[in-house]
């Protein structure tokens, strides 16, 4: 166990643990701490307290002094010089044609070093942005990049809710949010609806998920069985913030159907004796069929095998096509005639087409009647 205090260096930022030594100064007091990037001036948020060496980072800073007035001078102004090295970088950026968004501007304490923070798209070459900077303010430059949720947290904002965002405000850390919380939170799941300022899923999401969690494990998910007072229905819809729900029952013998409304503490899950839910008749089995003419048994019967494949499949299926060797083997099945007229076929050669010329004259026109007027051999 470790006597420590809190202290944060911006608004909403994280809480950072240090030790108070002999000052113990109080909540809202400013004090001088030494940090790892060298002196900083901070605000007292906790009292000293005891916490576990499990929660503190090794070493433990300790408390250089309580701020005196020249400090708070110092602070201020280091503000003032952080909105012209704002206004600086900017028209720096703008020269460099730099595809990058400039968020804000942090002077340390010792004025030993300035950080500038920035988003962009990917990775940007300012290199030749550091050495102008370098050149004008004469002190070490440092240039990070950041995301939109650390940029909407510096920027800040009003929600949708009409007040401050939570980063903004009073969140330290970011927490993981999903959109399986907006699902078993029962939101619309418009990205419109439930994203912040920054694009992502709101961080209000995280306030009730627990609750949510364990008030839906009391009950079976929606569409299975559940046990009422009036019977064993099917849930169809969960209130986890008034802990109530609406399931169908069959009720009368006429086979009706009614939603009735239960508290969580009067229904239950169904064990193993209790018997399934009536269910209504799903929208596929209440479909209308198209209108068929019905077929006697005994015609059925007498029908040849044809005629009830031809009933059964409208359109014919086309008739496959055939290799060289299954024409082959379905020739050889068929029979040796079969055969000798197919190689009878295949032998005899093409007619070859006799092209007519127009207009010639002499030789080549008498060779032509003449060939068109000679026998032909006849074929035994």
């Avoid at 030749?128 to 650390?150: P, T, W």
């Amino acid at each position: 166990m470790a006597t420590v205090i809190g202290v944060r260096f911006k608004k909403a930022g994280k809480v950072y643990y240090f030790d108070p030594c002999d000052f113990w100064p109080k909540p809202g007091q400013n004090v001088i701490v030494e940090t790892a990037r060298g002196i900083e001036f901070g605000e007292v948020v906790t009292s000293p307290r005891s916490v576990n060496d499990q929660q503190i980072v090794a070493p433990l800073k300790k408390v250089v002094r309580i701020a005196t007035e020249e400090d708070e001078q110092r602070a201020e102004q280091n503000a003032r010089r952080e909105e012209e090295a704002f206004r600086v970088c900017q028209e720096k950026i703008a020269k460099h044609k730099l595809d990058m968004k400039l968020v804000s501007v942090e002077f340390t304490f010792d004025n030993s070093k300035i950080i500038f923070y920035f988003t962009a798209n990917g990775r940007v070459d300012f290199r030749e942005l550091v050495k102008d900077l370098a050149s004008v303010f004469h002190i070490r430059i440092e240039l990070r990049q950041i995301g939109v949720r650390d940029e909407a947290k510096m920027l800040g904002g009003l929600g949708s809710c009409g007040r401050p965002i939570c980063c903004g405000a009073f969140l330290g850390d970011f927490q993981p949010v999903s959109i399986k919380m907006a699902k078993e939170q029962n939101l619309s799941l418009n990205p419109s609806k439930i994203s912040g300022l920054c694009g992502r899923l709101m961080c209000c999401l995280k306030y009730e998920q627990d609750t949510y969690e364990q008030t839906l494990k009391r009950v079976p998910r929606v569409g299975k069985d559940i046990v009422t007072p009036d019977g064993v229905g099917v849930l169809t819809e969960i209130n986890a913030i008034k802990e109530r729900v609406r399931v169908r029952l069959c009720v009368g013998d006429d086979g009706e159907f009614e939603v009735r409304e239960y508290a969580m503490d009067d229904v239950r899950k169904p064990g193993a004796g209790d018997e399934p839910a009536v269910r209504q008749q799903s929208k596929q089995d209440r479909r209308p069929q198209g209108k068929r003419t019905p077929i006697p048994a005994e015609s059925a019967e007498e029908e040849p095998e044809e005629e009830q494949s031809k009933r059964r499949y409208r359109r014919p299926k086309a008739p496959k096509n055939l290799s060289t060797e299954q024409f082959l083997e379905k020739i050889r099945e068929n029979g040796a005639d079969d055969m000798e007229a197919a190689e009878g076929a295949a032998q005899e050669p093409p007619r070859e087409h006799r092209r007519r010329r127009r207009g010639g004259r002499g030789r080549h026109r008498g060779e032509g009647a003449k060939a068109e007027g000679e026998p032909r051999e006849s074929e035994d």
